[in-house]
């Protein structure tokens, strides 16, 4: 049979049509491929690594303490970081201390050291650790420490020592 242009018409439209469509699936196959990849390039990950307690000093009912903690950054730079500190009396739940380190954007595959100095009376607390990015809640983490202070009459001073009740631990917090 001819075309009415003269073009002779090779089989069924019917295949023609199912070959376009299976062309363009696959297309959109590999469209949406590449567009997962390049966001996940794109996409950063927060984590805490460590936290250590240095005892600074001491004054007549408090002990001035360093609080390190390493956060590393992987995947893209990140976006801006801040960090909340409470400190807890235990068994209260009512904080005595607020802390607040704006640390900025970390670089991507970098870790970073940041300090929060503190004074910590005499008794036991939770330590509570928020890590914002672009002030979105991402990483929380809680541990529990004690400080004894005594009073050497002898000497006539306050001697103080802190320790860890239990570690801290970090985990991310779920956005769905």
């Known amino acids: 049979m001819k075309h009415p242009m003269g073009y002779k018409k090779y089989g069924n439209t019917k295949y023609v049509t199912v070959i376009a469509v299976i ?9 949406s491929s590449y567009v997962c990849l390049h966001n996940a390039k794109n996409k950063n990950h927060l984590s805490v690594d460590a936290m250590y ?20 950054n992987v995947g893209a730079k990140s976006g801006d970081i801040k960090i909340v500190t409470y400190i807890m009396e235990r068994w209260k739940g009512i904080a005595i201390d607020k802390k607040e380190i704006n640390v900025g954007k970390l670089e991507k595959d970098k870790t970073s050291e940041v300090e929060l100095n503190m004074q910590i009376g005499n008794g036991s607390y939770d330590i509570e650790v928020l890590v914002f990015e672009d002030d979105l809640l991402k990483i929380k983490g809680q ?32 956005h769905t």
């Open 23 to 31: 062309i363009i699936i696959i297309a959109a196959g590999v469209l």
């Open 53 to 72: 307690l240095v005892k600074n000093g001491e004054s007549d009912d408090k002990i001035n303490v360093s609080a390190t903690l390493y956060l590393t």
């Open 143 to 174: 541990g529990g420490i004690t400080t004894t202070m005594v009073y050497d009459a002898n000497e006539g001073i306050h001697r103080g020592d802190i320790s860890w009740d239990s570690p801290p631990s970090f985990y991310d917090v779920p």
